[in-house]
């Protein structure tokens, strides 16, 4: 990730061989998933071995993020590989003008072509999407649109973190955010056979659409552990997961002013004390979920 570096990006980022250590110590440490995302991973050339590398040390989980508008780079190697459980695709629209208008480059029928080779491969391939009261209304052709290609969808609830906009910015969100037993009801009530929400152990909410499976991520749901209870950023996602910078500073929180606790990854490493701490890290991730909206919009 290039967010919650504590460096600045001229200063470079990890080497391959940094992130693989890493990625081992995570490993050794009792965490089982991971996805590359971004900025955007496919800029880095290395991202289909860093994957093997994990499928082959024995995650479960190895996924990508990503917008798909590099991925033609490497479609003469993706034929064959079975070392990638999932590409996540951030596309918020499937018409034009408004996909132009929210990336500012005019590449929707790209993204498009390259999810239908991913498909035609077999991947699992997963669309994501952020969920606003102010284009809600999209929602019922994004659904329809989606369910032809054979893949799933993941909605996201909008999320604040404090530190990261102005203060203006809370009401905005107040405004546009719905969540996602909203959005279930607004799509239920449109869309002719549009299935039941049911529990999803990892995101909050899941339902589907003729075949196509949706998941509705719920950040109302959250783990909190005792540390929480006393930060000055109380985040509306609590410990969701944990991010490593493309700098090597590794966190379980969205820290956009660098004011809470985080690994220096790269000394870690030089002084063999990573794996250990990851695993005081592991254990936060075993208490349970609950749910902290309002505690979290009292803090606001």
């Known amino acids: 990730m290039e967010d919650f570096r504590r460096s600045s990006i001229s200063s470079g980022v990890l080497s391959t061989d940094q992130w693989l250590q890493i990625f081992k110590c995570f490993y050794d440490a009792g965490f089982k998933g991971i996805s590359l995302t971004g900025g955007e991973p496919t800029l880095n050339p290395d991202w289909l071995s860093m994957l093997k590398y994990c499928k082959d040390l024995g995650y479960v989980s190895t996924e990508l993020t990503s917008n798909l508008l590099t991925l033609g780079r490497y479609k003469e190697q993706l034929p064959g590989v079975d070392y990638i459980t999932k590409f996540k695709v951030s596309l918020d629209t499937f018409n034009k003008e408004r996909f132009y208008y929210l990336t500012r480059v005019d590449a929707l029928e790209n993204v498009l072509s390259n999810i239908n080779f991913l498909v035609g491969l077999g991947f699992n391939v997963q669309l994501n999407r952020v969920t606003m009261r102010s284009t809600q209304e999209e929602l019922i052709e994004y659904v329809e649109h989606a369910s032809k290609l054979n893949v799933s969808i993941k909605l996201l609830d909008l999320v604040y973190y404090k530190g990261s906009n102005s203060d203006n910015d809370i009401d905005e969100w107040a405004s546009e955010f719905i969540s996602s037993e909203f959005t279930w009801l607004y799509l239920k009530n449109h869309i002719k056979d549009f299935g039941n929400m049911e529990s999803d152990q990892r995101y909050g909410w899941q339902t589907s659409y003729k075949k196509m499976n949706i998941i509705l ?71 349970k979920e609950g749910y902290h909206f309002e505690e979290y919009v009292r803090k606001l």
Not at 223 to 251: H, M, N, W
């Open 217 to 287: 991520k719920d950040s109302k749901l959250t783990k909190r552990s005792k540390r929480c209870q006393t930060c000055p950023l109380y985040c509306q996602e609590g410990i969701f997961t944990v991010r490593i910078a493309s700098d090597g500073t590794i966190s379980t929180c969205p820290d956009y002013k660098n004011e809470l606790s985080y690994i220096d990854g790269v000394r870690a490493l030089q002084d063999k004390s990573l794996t250990e701490r990851l695993k005081n890290i592991f254990k936060e991730f075993k208490i």
